[in-house]
């Protein structure tokens, strides 16, 4: 066997990279990552985790609204963008930290610098230093995309959106997916007048129709403005400093901030992929097989980088996966099926396995069971907004093929119907479970 400095050489120190490096070194590989940014990649420096954070503080806001219904006089309320961005900003620092020692301590040399592919088993690093590995791994993630128009360098992505000086009296954010009615979510609760615009006719494509309708409802009741049908023709800073943002077939709009949220694309370009014959496809991903294996035997990739599913978990399972079918001895694939997922918006959707439309594609006919509430907190609270819970079932075998649903803590009742769900459980044993009340789980188990 041909002597390399390493037996596996991973770039990009985000969720899937650390996991495949902390369990390959586990198993007894001697391995090295190299980062060119912060330990810890999109999730917990930029992305999922500062932004569940945010979501929390944003949540105050309603909190201490509805507080007086239950009896309290919280006096004058004020609150501060820089406690709450440092206070996120200082835990994720945390966090990095903790993802280091667990490198370190697995014996993982960490490079912090940029790296690129030269070769089948060669790495030339941003300091010029080459290294050789006998398997290289690609994690580098995903980037958000920037949209092609004049001006489009004033607005900001969620990359910066964690660092902003101050809270926008405006905002207007591109695009109607996950991240955009997070953070719609977001700000508006914490005060900022939010305009919503998108190229299509719909938000949340691919969720259940029934639950992103609901989201609309609800967004449009507190007063976050959608634009759709439209795309944007320019951007320009005025005198003020703020932004006037010139659309298609619509009357400009000025606004304090500008968040792009429309996607994210593989970071595969500009680090020697194609040029030693990885095959890339017409969207930036790293085509890879099961075993996550690219078209050059020697490179791998696990994460956004392949454009699966753009999900932390699934990133970090692929990386376990990887780790134990190549140096572990345990070959193991990931099963893609069933996946549960959720929007932090305000409320929060959660869903798992086939939705409505799904299951109508494949011809199923699918038996559809609801419950549209409102919770008892919102009931009390004076608060008209309703949740909605939503069973998809196969109409022979009686198997719940989806959990849909919208409501307060959606995310936390779902990983448990995920399970459910994954286990291939029926209607009928839905229904023979004794319900927990009161709860709003409970309307799971009391669809009629």
Same mark, same amino acid.
């Given at each position: ?39 810890? =990649?999109?999730?917990?420096?930029? =992305? ?18 509805? &507080? ?43 490079? %912090? ?5 030269? =070769? ?7 300091? =010029? %230093? ?5 398997? @290289? ?13 004049? $001006? ?7 990359? *910066? ?11 207007? @954010? ?10 719609? $979510? ?6 900022? #007048? ?23 409802? @609800?967004?449009? *009741? ?26 298609? $077939? ?20 500009? @680090?020697?992929? &194609?040029?030693?014959?990885? *095959? /890339? ?31 932390? !978990? ?15 001895? #345990? ?43 409102? !919770? ?6 004076? %608060? ?21 649903? /919208?409501? !307060? ?40």
């Amino acid at each position: 066997m041909a002597d390399y400095d390493y037996d596996l050489f991973v770039i990009g120190a985000g969720s899937g990279g650390v996991r495949a490096s902390r369990v390959a070194a586990a198993h007894g590989a001697k391995v090295a990552v190299a980062e060119e940014h912060r330990i810890g =990649g999109t999730c917990v420096i930029r =992305g999922c985790v500062p932004k569940k954070m945010l979501v929390y503080g944003a949540h105050f806001a309603e909190d201490l609204h509805d &507080a007086a219904r239950f009896g309290w006089d919280l006096g004058e309320i004020k609150f501060d963008w820089k406690t709450l961005r440092d206070n996120v900003n200082a835990d994720v620092d945390r966090i990095e930290g903790l993802y280091t020692n667990t490198l370190e301590n697995n014996k993982v040399e960490i490079f %912090r610098e940029a790296a690129r592919v030269s =070769g089948p088993n060669e790495i030339s690093l941003a300091s =010029g %230093r080459k290294v050789t590995a006998r398997f @290289i791994l690609v994690a580098t993630g995903a980037w958000p995309v920037v949209p092609q128009v004049p $001006g489009a360098e004033l607005g900001i992505s969620s990359n *910066e959106v964690f660092y902003i000086d101050e809270l926008p009296r405006r905002v207007v @954010i591109a695009g109607a997916g996950y991240i955009a009615n997070e953070f719609a $979510g977001i700000f508006h609760a914490l005060g900022s #007048k939010v305009t919503v615009v998108n190229r299509s006719d719909q938000i949340l494509r691919g969720y259940d129709e029934q639950i992103r309708d609901r989201l609309f409802q @609800i967004s449009t *009741e507190k007063g976050i403005e959608f634009i759709f049908n439209t795309s944007f023709e320019k951007i320009e800073k005025k005198a003020d400093g703020s932004l006037c943002v010139k659309l298609e $077939g619509h009357d400009p709009l000025d606004t304090d901030l500008l968040l792009y949220a429309i996607g994210r694309t593989p970071r595969s370009g500009g @680090i020697g992929l &194609a040029e030693i014959g990885v *095959e /890339i496809d017409d969207k930036g991903a790293i085509v890879v097989d099961e075993d996550n294996r690219s078209s050059v035997p020697s490179i791998y990739a696990v994460g956004d980088v392949t454009n699966r599913i753009q999900l932390t !978990p699934v990133a970090i399972r692929e990386g376990q996966a990887f780790a134990d079918t190549v140096f572990g001895n #345990k070959p193991t694939r990931v099963d893609y099926a069933n996946v549960p997922n959720a929007v932090f918006s305000s409320p929060p959707m959660a869903g798992v396995g086939l939705t409505e439309r799904q299951a109508r594609e494949q011809n199923l006919d699918p038996k559809i069971f609801t419950s549209d509430f409102r !919770p008892m907190r919102n009931v009390l609270a004076g %608060r008209n907004e309703r949740s909605l819970y939503k069973l998809v079932v196969h109409p022979e075998s009686d198997v719940v093929l989806g959990v849909h649903m /919208i409501s !307060p803590d959606a995310p936390e009742i779902l990983q448990v119907a995920a399970i459910c769900i994954k286990a291939g459980l029926t209607k009928a044993q839905f229904d023979q479970t004794v319900a927990l009340h009161p709860s709003m789980s409970e309307e799971l188990v009391l669809m009629k």
